[in-house]
């Protein structure tokens, strides 16, 4: 287990252009694999009452709001369309023995 990171998932379940919901450490995330990399990110828009990006659609790398129709890029979490007027939280991902590790805190923080 690498230190300051938990348990989200199987590197497996995440097919290619899929998002999935996950729980790291109490906090909500989504997972997206895009081009065989998975990237983490929070699962909650920065717009107003805070969509579930979990259930977003997913082109490359932007990620959209099914609520509010923000857009997000799930490596960095830069708003690419808004309303939202507030960056994304997103959070390191490690890959071992199968399994998706994500850090306990979003980058930055």
């Known amino acids: 287990m ?10 497996a ?3 290619e252009g899929e998002v999935a919901g996950a729980f790291a450490t109490g906090h ?3 997972l ?3 081009r065989g990399k998975i990237y983490a990110c929070s699962s909650e ?3 107003d009452d805070g969509g579930d990006l979990s259930k977003g659609e997913l082109d490359a790398y932007r990620l959209k709001c099914p609520d509010h129709g923000c857009e997000f890029d799930i490596r960095s979490g830069r ?4 309303p939202a007027d507030e960056q994304l939280p997103t959070y390191e991902v490690r890959i071992e023995g199968g399994h998706v590790w994500v ?3 979003p ?3």
């Not at 300051?4 to 199987?10: E, I, Q």
């Open 79 to 82: 708003i690419i369309s808004g």
């Open 32 to 34: 997206c694999r895009v």
């Open 103 to 105: 850090s306990h805190r």
């Open 45 to 47: 828009c920065t717009f």
């Open 28 to 30: 909500p995330v989504v």
């Open 2 to 11: 690498p230190a300051g990171f938990v348990l989200v998932a199987d590197e």
């Open 13 to 15: 379940d995440i097919g």
């Open 107 to 109: 980058r930055g923080f």
